[in-house]
Structure formats: C-alpha cells, structure tokens
C-alpha cells in the first residue's frame, strides 16, 4: 500500500508565502511525475504545477512568476513554494503522483492526497 502526505498548509494574509510538501510512503519503488491541484468550494479541480521525472515544470498561468514546483527523488517529496499569496489562492491544496510499487516498481498506482487547506485573507 502506498500513499501521499501533504502538509504545510494554513493561514497566512495576502502577499505571505507558504511551503506546501508532500511525501509518498509505503512500498514505494520509485515516484514518476508528480503535481499539484487544488480546489475551492463549488468549483472544479485545477492543475497548479507539475514536475515531470525528466526535470520539466508546468504551471498554470495563474500561478507563473509565485509559485515553485521542486522535488527531491531521495525522499519521494514533492513541494510547492508559494509566494505572493493573494486570496484567490485560497482552496485545498491536493498532490497527484504516480507511484511505482511492488519488488522490481512493476506496478504502477495513481495517487491523490487527501489535500491540504490553504487560507489566504485580504
């Protein structure tokens, strides 16, 4: 069995920043792209960032110039350093990852984390 953590989310005004993290544990074997959504309330889930196994880096144009996708391969953790905070950013903060499971990573298991809720007031 394998999971995604997040944490690191909360409160912060307007202009803070936040390090959001996310780690896979379990019988991980190796962790393959790995991203960021988040949703607000009555709204549907929206890709933030994602950092491909290659190196490559998405972001949604909302978040271009703020928001920073890294990861680090030994620890399987992604994270999202967010900076600029403005309210509209508010919502839950989810990780998305494919995770390679089993002795030799032969199984493959898309994975969502619980998510994370990111408050940003005026």
């Known amino acids: 069995q394998v999971q995604l953590v997040e944490s690191g989310g909360g409160l912060v005004q307007a202009g803070g920043s936040l390090r959001l993290s996310c780690a896979a544990s379990g019988r991980v074997f190796s962790v393959g792209a790995m991203g960021w959504y988040r949703q607000e309330p009555g709204k549907q889930r929206e890709l933030v960032a994602t950092?491909?196994?290659?190196?490559?880096?998405h972001y949604a144009d909302s978040v271009k110039g703020r928001f920073t996708i890294s990861r680090d391969n030994a620890k399987n953790t992604v994270y999202l350093q967010m900076n600029s905070l403005e309210p509209e950013d508010t919502a839950v903060y989810y990780c998305?990852?494919?995770?390679?499971?089993?002795?030799?990573?032969?199984?493959?298991?898309?994975?969502w984390g619980r998510g994370t809720r990111v408050t940003v007031s005026a």
């Open positions: 998305v990852s494919n995770i390679y499971t089993g002795d030799y990573g032969e199984r493959t298991v898309g994975s």
């Open positions: 950092f491909t196994t290659g190196g490559s880096t």
